[in-house]
C-alpha cells in the first residue's frame, strides 16, 4: 500500500467520518476492479491456423501460430484428440508425423503419405487461463485412376455413326471430362456414379465419321483439382469409297485435235486401295482404235468418231466412284495459237471436259469471221448503191430527151413550141379505145 503522508495544514486528529488515510475510497476500488476483469487472460495471446487441401499420397504441413506469443505451451490434437506433438514432444507413436518447426510462437508439423483415412480436424490448442482452442480440417484430394476410352468399333464406314466412351475411375471430388476431336471440342453426355467416398465418372460421344477423320486423334481429357493435363486419346480408323479424277497427260495444253494423240490417266485412293480401275464410253461402245492399259487411255489419232464421254471406275469393298471425261475433237490446227486446257470437276461424278478452257480461241474465231462478213455485205451495199445511180441518172436524161422530141428541126422557139404540141397531139391521135 501506499507510505502514510500527512498533509500540510492538516491535523492529524479530528472528528469527522472521513476516510483513513492510505485507503482508497469503495466507489473507485470497484471501478479498478471492474476494469481488470475487461482484460482477456493468457496476456492478449492469439493462435492462428489455416486449412490445408493436399493429394492422396502427398505431404501435408499443419501449422499452429501464436500471436502475442507469453510463452505458453502449444500443443496439436488429430480429430480422434490424440496429441500428435506437445511442444516439441510426440507421444502419438505414428512416424509419419515429423516436427517442422517449433517455437514460442509456432509448432509447424508434416504428415507424409497422406491417405484418405487422414481427412478431417485437426486441433491446435494454447495453455492459458483458461486453454485456447482452434481448428484446422485436411481436404484429401484423389485423382482418377484407370482413366481410358472405349470405342464401339475400331474400324469404322464412312457416314457410320460410332460411340466411344471414357471412363475416370475412383476420384474425390468427382471429376469433369471433356471430348476433343483433333482441335475441335466436342459435347459428352456424363454419369456419375459415387461408391462410398469415392466417384466414378462415364461420358459418352457419338460421332458420325467422314474420309477426313481416318487418323484423327479423339482425346478424353480430364479436370480435376488432383490431377493436371491428364488425357487418353484413340485414333480413328475410318473406311472409305474410292475418290477418282482424271488426268489429260497429252497435249498438255490446248485443244484437241483431229490426227492428234490423246493420252488420259486415271488415279484413285480409297481405304482400303481401289482392287479394279477400268475405263468405258458412256452411251456407246468404246473405239477399237483405243488403247487401254491399266489406268491409262491412249487414243493415237483423234478423228470426230471419238468424240463423246469416257468415263474410269474404281470400287473398293465399301463401294465405287467414277470421273468422267468429255472429249471435243476439233479439226487440224490453224495459224490462231490454242489456250490451255482446263479441267472442272463435280461431285460425285468428276468430269474433264477436252473443249474446257477453248471458249476464247472459239470467241477469237467467231469476232474475225463476224468482222469479214459485216465487211463483205458493207461492200455489197456501196456498190449496189452506185449501180442504182447510175441507173436512174441514165433513165432521167432519157425522159428528158423524149419530151425535146420535135424541137431539134425547128427555125426558132416558138416553132419549136409548135411542133412539140403537134407531137402530143399526134400521140393523142394514136390513141385507140376498145369498147
Known amino acids: 500500500m501506499a507510505s502514510r503522508t500527512e498533509p500540510s495544514g492538516c491535523s492529524g486528529r479530528g472528528g469527522g467520518g472521513g476516510a483513513a488515510p492510505g485507503i482508497l475510497p469503495l ?45 505458453s505451451v502449444i500443443q496439436l490434437l488429430n480429430p480422434n484428440r490424440q496429441t500428435i506433438y506437445f511442444k516439441d514432444f510426440r507421444p502419438l507413436k505414428d512416424s509419419r508425423f515429423q516436427l517442422v518447426n517449433f517455437s514460442n510462437s509456432e509448432l509447424r508439423v508434416s504428415l507424409t503419405n497422406v491417405s484418405i483415412s487422414d481427412e478431417g480436424r485437426y486441433f491446435c490448442q494454447l495453455y492459458t487461463d483458461p486453454p485456447q482452442e482452434i481448428y484446422t480440417t485436411m481436404t484429401v484430394l ?28 475412383a476420384s474425390r471430388p468427382a471429376t469433369t471430362i471433356r471430348w476433343f476431336k483433333g482441335n475441335k471440342e466436342l459435347p459428352g453426355k456424363s454419369e456419375v456414379e459415387q461408391w462410398s467416398d469415392m466417384f466414378t465418372v462415364t461420358s459418352q460421344l457419338l460421332l458420325t465419321v467422314g474420309r477426313e477423320d481416318d487418323g484423327v486423334p479423339v482425346i478424353c481429357l480430364v479436370d480435376h483439382p488432383a490431377v493436371k493435363d491428364l488425357q487418353t486419346q484413340r485414333y480413328l480408323e475410318v473406311m472409305y469409297k474410292p475418290q477418282v479424277r482424271v488426268l489429260q497427260n497429252y497435249p498438255l495444253q490446248g485443244l484437241t485435235r483431229e490426227g492428234e494423240p490423246l493420252e488420259l490417266t486415271c488415279t484413285a485412293f480409297g481405304k482400303p486401295q481401289p482392287t479394279e480401275v477400268k475405263w468405258l464410253r458412256v452411251d456407246d461402245e468404246m473405239p477399237q482404235h483405243v488403247v487401254v492399259s491399266g489406268s491409262n487411255l491412249l487414243i493415237n489419232n483423234l478423228n470426230k468418231t471419238d468424240n463423246g464421254t469416257y468415263r474410269c471406275e474404281a470400287s473398293n469393298a465399301v463401294g465405287k466412284s467414277s470421273a468422267d471425261y468429255m472429249l471435243f475433237v476439233y479439226d487440224p490446227p490453224t495459224t490462231i495459237p490454242p489456250p490451255t486446257t482446263t479441267t472442272t470437276t463435280t461431285t460425285p461424278t468428276t468430269i474433264t471436259d477436252s473443249r474446257a478452257g477453248d471458249e476464247g480461241s472459239i470467241r477469237a474465231v467467231d469476232h474475225a469471221v463476224i468482222g469479214g462478213v459485216v465487211a463483205v455485205v458493207v461492200f455489197a451495199m456501196l456498190c449496189l448503191l452506185i449501180i442504182l445511180g447510175r441507173y436512174f441518172a441514165r433513165h432521167k436524161g432519157t425522159y428528158f430527151t423524149h419530151e425535146a422530141k420535135g424541137a431539134d428541126d425547128a427555125a426558132d422557139a416558138d416553132t419549136a413550141i409548135i411542133n412539140a404540141e403537134g407531137g402530143q397531139n399526134n400521140s393523142e391521135e394514136k390513141k385507140e379505145y376498145f369498147i
Do not use: H
Not at 481488470?36 to 490445408?52: F, M
Not at 484423389?142 to 460411340?163: H, S
Open 27 to 71: 466507489p473507485l476500488l470497484l471501478l479498478l476492479l471492474a476494469a481488470a476483469a475487461l482484460i482477456p487472460r493468457g496476456g492478449g495471446q492469439n493462435l492462428v491456423t489455416e486449412d490445408v487441401t493436399v493429394v492422396e499420397g502427398e505431404v501435408a504441413t499443419i501449422s499452429c501460430r501464436v500471436k502475442n506469443s507469453d510463452d
Open 142 to 169: 484423389v485423382p482418377p485412376r484407370n482413366l481410358m476410352i472405349d470405342i464401339q468399333k475400331d474400324i469404322a464406314t464412312e457416314g457410320e455413326e460410332i460411340e466411344l466412351n471414357c471412363t475416370a475411375m
